[in-house]
């Protein structure tokens, strides 16, 4: 079975500034994806980047980029130029051949940003 | 509808009494998921649909937990007999095919609370 793990319970970062939020994961499946995904106070689940294990460059989305360290099973997201708009909690999730496409979440990391 | 949705948002109710939690996925998706998020904890997988069908029935908690969904669209997740513990925010997501690496998009969800 797959397993996410958010080390960092909640994040503090300066308007602009950059923060790196942490997940690490654990599985035995070859193929798989990983997901970051961000719950604003409306609870509304919204997609921010997305990776497939067999590729071995970063995605990227804008402000948005990852760090994927395969042999790690690390999967960390950064955030530059971080706005008012990004604070939230956000998940980080994965997903495989086998899971029929149902998302298996970490706890969560809040993010908090400060003007 | 241009996104999921979900209703009631929230739905307060006494313990004993039985819910419906109805979600509306976007049109034409055939996967559709059911999760619950309890507070300060990550979103825990209930159940899917591929179509009508609900393959894998595991994830749901207890046998008080059913889902349905009719004509390929609307799903109902009802909980018979509330307990306390079934407090949590319940969301729904759809997409366009069951797949690892498919987009789920997610409704606001319902917070239920039991008293």
């Known amino acids: 079975a797959q397993t996410v793990t958010q080390s960092q319970p909640e994040m503090s970062v300066q308007e602009a500034e950059t923060v790196t939020l942490s997940c690490t994961y654990d599985t035995s499946e070859s193929d798989y994806y990983l997901f970051w995904y961000k719950q604003p106070p409306s609870r509304q689940m919204i997609l921010v980047i997305r990776q497939e294990a067999y590729k071995q460059q970063n995605a990227t989305e804008n402000r948005f980029s990852v760090n994927f360290q395969k042999a790690a099973k690390s999967f960390s997201l950064k955030i530059s130029d971080s706005q008012l708009g990004d604070a939230a909690m956000y998940f980080c999730a994965s997903s495989y051949g086998g899971s029929q496409g149902n998302l298996i979440f970490g706890k969560g990391t809040k993010l908090s940003v400060k003007p | 509808g241009a996104g999921v949705s979900q209703s009631p948002s929230n739905k307060v109710t006494e313990k004993g009494k039985d819910v419906e939690l109805r979600c509306d996925p976007i049109?034409?998706?055939?996967?559709l998921y059911w999760y619950r998020q309890s507070l300060g904890q990550g979103l825990e997988f209930l159940i899917y649909f591929q179509g009508n069908s609900a393959p894998d029935k595991s994830g749901l908690p207890s046998d008080r937990f059913s889902a349905e969904r009719t004509g390929g669209s609307v799903s109902t997740l009802t909980i018979q007999r509330t307990q306390q513990e079934d407090s949590a925010v319940y969301l729904c997501?759809?997409?366009?095919?069951?797949?690892?690496?498919?987009?789920?998009?997610f409704g606001q969800g319902t917070r239920l609370t039991v008293v």
């Open positions: 049109s034409g998706h055939t996967a």
């Open positions: 997501a759809s997409s366009l095919y069951i797949g690892m690496n498919t987009e789920a998009f």
